[in-house]
């Protein structure tokens, strides 16, 4: 299944934090609105918040959004750096999530929050990507193909949690992509659908389409 706004409001996020037992890691509500109301108060240049989508907000953002705009980032680049124990995994069947992390360049999608219920969409969104703090969101700038320059709330890697990985070997990568399963789906089909939706956009990511292969070999080779 995919995350909906509906599931997210109602708390289906908390939940599979609670059934993989961590619940000692979620974050309250409280917390959540506290960090959506920080990044506001630090904004760089106050108008339209934006988000930078470079994974699942390709494809499934779950808040409104009025615009959307084709933009790279500079200095970070798409990685499966965070072991996943929710969602596209457990702590039995682990899988893998994409993150920002340092070096290089990434091509997305910048979304425009709908300003007139501005922080309950960010709630949201936040509720969804930070019940546990596996991300760092910040302010980061943002290029269009025009060579526009503005503002952007992105999520980085975060190397202070504890699954999230500095170095993995290819072996275990492929691994945990090809096996990792969870209460919405596969790690396979999240990057199956990442790489998808990329070149339905028209945005080249070599690695990820490499990666996809592999992992498609790999499951391959396992099920003979």
């Not at 509500?29 to 934006?50: A, H, Y």
């Not at 709630?123 to 060579?147: A, N, Q």
């Not at 089909?189 to 990511?205: F, G, M, P």
Request: net charge negative; charged share 20%; hydrophobic share 35%.
């Amino acid at each position: 299944m995919s995350l909906t706004r509906d599931s997210i409001r109602s708390g289906y996020v908390s939940e599979m934090i609670k059934k993989a037992g961590l619940s000692d890691e979620c974050q309250t509500e409280d917390q959540l609105r506290s960090s959506v109301s920080f990044m506001l108060d630090n904004q760089p240049t106050k108008g339209p918040v934006w988000i930078f989508g470079y994974g699942s907000l390709l494809w499934n953002p779950a808040f409104n959004f009025v615009e959307r705009r084709y933009c790279s980032l500079q200095g970070y680049h798409r990685s499966f750096c965070l072991k996943s124990f929710i969602g596209r995994g457990t702590p039995e069947t682990p899988g893998l999530m994409l993150a920002l992390k340092s070096g290089g360049s990434c091509e997305g999608i910048a979304l425009q929050v709908d300003p007139d219920n501005l922080e309950e969409e960010l709630f949201i969104l936040w509720s969804r990507e930070m019940p546990m703090k596996s991300y760092t969101p910040g302010w980061v700038e943002l290029r269009t193909s025009e060579g526009e320059l503005f503002h952007g709330v992105a999520f980085l890697s975060n190397p202070e949690h504890p699954r999230y990985l500095d170095s993995v070997s290819e072996e275990e990568s492929l691994h945990l992509l090809a096996t990792g399963h969870g209460h919405l789906g596969t790690a396979s089909e999240y990057l199956y659908n990442t790489v998808s939706h990329l070149a339905d956009l028209d945005i080249h990511d070599p690695s990820m389409s490499e990666l996809a292969d592999k992992v498609r070999q790999h499951q391959a080779k396992s099920s003979t």
